[in-house]
């Protein structure tokens, strides 16, 4: 699992200006001086812990950049110190190197498992441990810059009026929201913040064969007064190999958009209040008086005493006469807008 490091290819020393933290965790430190030095001289500030527990503090006190950690030692050994420092979200990031005297594949599986990107057995060669360390750190470094490219990438979406979400398909979870995304979900009725819409994960699941074939699937809108939200599928993302149902993770950009400028359009054409225009605008829609009732939360009998003042406002004695009026007007306006 490790890769294969000419020491001689890569210099030890950091590049200038470059400020690296090491955790060094051994029971026995005497025998690790050479190390400690060469890392001193390369330009590391070198921390070093006696045991697990101190360890442990240790990394999260300080952030380090990487741990150099003994698999042997009393107590807690390096192997739970490891499983405990992936599983805390301040160090879960941080490369684990394992020093071991223990070459067994059992033991070396061990380290992989728990959480070690690297090990090197024991006594440690100090000029073949920092040319690993540079490899790591290196990649490390990669994956840190490419995880905040893709974070200012989706945040910038939010200013463009897009909002993104990632959605983990076999159980609706909501891996990643932009604040945009958050709050438009929230607006729109998206539930608890933690799962997506039953809606969009209905709508994810149904075209999942499309989306995994590479073919975009038709976009879903949810309709809430004047405001449409759409969702348009955009990749999966995430490690395939950690999703044993093959469902995967997706990357939803979404974008609201509002019929409230018509409104406005409508009542300034024909004198309207802004309740008769809404009316007005979901006659032109198609809809009859029971739905237009259900979408103002209105009873049927008041969204008639509306039209009967609109119809005398526009000079119309008749439904489909107000509504050729005002399509009218709204193909103007959509005619202005692009």
Not at 15 to 38: M, W
Not at 65 to 85: C, H, K, N, S, T
Not at 185 to 199: K, M, Y
């Amino acid at each position: 699992m490790s890769e294969a490091i000419d020491p001689q290819r890569l210099s030890p020393r950091l590049p200038r200006g470059e400020h690296r933290v090491v955790l060094l965790v051994d029971d026995a430190p005497d025998n690790l001086a050479p190390l400690h030095d060469a890392l001193d001289g390369a330009g590391y500030t070198v921390l070093v812990a006696l045991d697990g527990e101190s360890a442990i503090r240790r990394a999260r006190q300080a952030l380090p950049d990487m741990v150099l950690l003994d698999a042997l030692m009393p107590g807690i050994d390096g192997f739970e110190v490891a499983r405990r420092l992936k599983a805390d979200a301040l160090t879960a990031t941080t490369p684990i190197i394992f020093m071991t005297g223990l070459t067994e594949p059992e033991h070396l599986e061990a380290a992989f498992e728990a959480g070690g990107v690297d090990y090197v057995t024991k006594p440690v060669k100090p000029r073949e441990v920092m040319a690993r360390m540079a490899l790591h750190l290196r990649q490390a470094r990669q994956a840190r810059d490419g995880a905040r490219e893709r974070s200012q990438a989706r945040h910038a979406l939010d200013a463009f009026g897009y909002a993104t979400i990632t959605v983990r398909a076999s159980d609706g979870r909501l891996l990643w929201q932009t604040p945009l995304a958050r709050e438009l979900l929230r607006q729109h009725g998206g539930g608890d913040s933690v799962h997506a819409p039953e809606a969009v994960l209905h709508w994810l699941r149904r075209h999942l064969a499309d989306a995994q074939a590479l073919r975009e699937p038709p976009r879903l809108t949810l309709q809430n007064g004047p405001r449409r939200l759409s969702f348009r599928l955009h990749q999966r993302v995430g490690d395939e190999d950690g999703d044993p149902l093959g469902q995967g993770d997706w990357l939803i950009v979404m974008q609201e958009t509002s019929d409230e400028s018509a409104f406005s359009a409508l009542s300034q054409a024909f004198g309207l209040t802004a309740r008769e225009a809404e009316v007005l605008y979901w006659v032109v829609k198609g809809k009859i008086n029971r739905d237009i009732a259900d979408i103002l939360g209105a009873s049927p009998a008041t969204v008639k005493k509306h039209l009967e003042r609109i119809h005398a406002k526009m000079g119309v004695e008749t439904r489909t006469a107000a509504a050729a009026m005002a399509m009218q007007r709204v193909r103007q306006l959509e005619t202005l807008r692009g």
